[in-house]
């Protein structure tokens, strides 16, 4: 059975990301190059230094999408034919799709940092944030959620990780006012997490218009294999389907748990480029083993065997 490739999104970054495999690699070496050239920016600076834009939205996302791809450039040659989707949390379906060839790494680069740019300039002026809830069913922190927006708070659903795994956006003050009471509901934990941005939630939706225009620029029609939308579970294979779910993406909740249960029963297994986050969220969602590679050992291990 074929595999599934799946690339994680903000928040996976961390200090030295990718620094094993450019000292180890010349093809990563050259994609490195090749990112600080397009971005203007000093890409092995910035993902090997202690350095406060790695964790600004405009450089973490081009950041995590450049050393996904430099994981499944490096694999790519064994999985050629073998890969039934690709499947990415938020930024990460952008690095599916470069992995997909529905974007070219250059175009890939450039849109996901003015995807950060345009979130960020978007946020700015509205004090967002997002807060992981741990503990609570979906069903009763949609309806808390709803309650709230009624009172007049901007809180919402975001990102669905698993049972009992929610992470919420919209108002930071909103949110910070809010752990309390969700411990009171019987939360295990409701934490801020350090972001100055809230995505897949309506404080996004300025920025829509401007970014499909990005976004239509960018898309090719040609895909290697589907990708599993964040906005409804489904695979897609064509520009205007890409379109259509990609443009939306950041105002819709991601749909992370679902893409996981409703899409692993035609694979052996699941391959994570880059990071090991998402195989942690699969333990909990698949008894389909997740493969997490991020270092060169790892890698070579893997193309080694049989």
């Known amino acids: 059975m074929s595999k599934a490739v799946i690339f994680p999104g903000q928040g996976s970054q961390n200090v030295g990301m990718g620094k094993d495999l450019f000292e180890n690699s010349a093809e990563v070496r050259a994609l490195f190059e090749q990112a600080s050239e397009i971005l203007k920016e000093d890409m092995q600076k910035l993902c090997f230094t202690e350095n ?3 964790n600004s939205t405009q450089y973490t996302q081009p950041a995590i999408l450049l050393v996904s791809f430099s994981v499944f450039s490096l694999i790519s040659p064994k999985l050629k034919g073998d890969i039934a989707f690709g499947l990415g949390h938020s930024l990460g379906e952008f690095s ?3 992995a997909s060839g529905v974007l070219d790494f250059a175009s890939a680069l ?7 740019i345009l979130m960020e300039e978007t946020c700015k002026s509205k004090a967002a944030g997002m807060m992981v809830v741990l503990g609570l069913e979906d069903a009763a922190l949609e309806e808390f959620c709803a309650k709230k927006r009624n009172l007049g708070l901007s809180v919402w659903c975001a990102n669905y990780n698993g049972d009992g795994q929610m992470v919420l956006g919209g108002g930071r003050e909103d949110l910070q006012s ?7 509901l019987g939360a295990k934990r ?3 997490l350090p972001m100055s941005v809230a995505s897949h939630c309506p404080i996004l939706e300025g920025m829509c218009k401007e970014f499909r225009v990005l976004l239509e620029a960018a898309l090719c029609d040609s895909f290697a294999f589907p990708i599993i939308s964040n906005v409804n579970a489904k695979p897609y294979n064509t520009k205007s389907q890409a379109l259509e779910v990609l443009a939306n993406q950041l105002i ?4 992370y748990k679902q893409s996981i249960r409703e899409n692993d029963s035609e694979i052996s297994g ?11 969220l699969n333990k909990r969602l698949s008894q389909k083993d997740t493969l997490s ?5 790892e890698i070579q291990d893997f193309l080694q065997k049989d």
Do not use: D, H, N, W
Request: charged share 15%.
């Open 110 to 116: 450039t849109l996901v940092s003015q995807r950060g």
């Open 270 to 280: 699941f391959i994570e480029c880059g990071g090991s986050v998402l195989k942690g």
């Open 52 to 54: 406060a834009k790695l």
């Open 293 to 297: 590679l991020q270092t060169y050992a």
């Open 178 to 184: 809010l752990e309390v009471e969700l411990k009171g």
């Open 252 to 255: 819709q909740p991601v749909l």
């Open 190 to 192: 409701a934490l801020m």
């Open 96 to 98: 599916a799709l470069c």
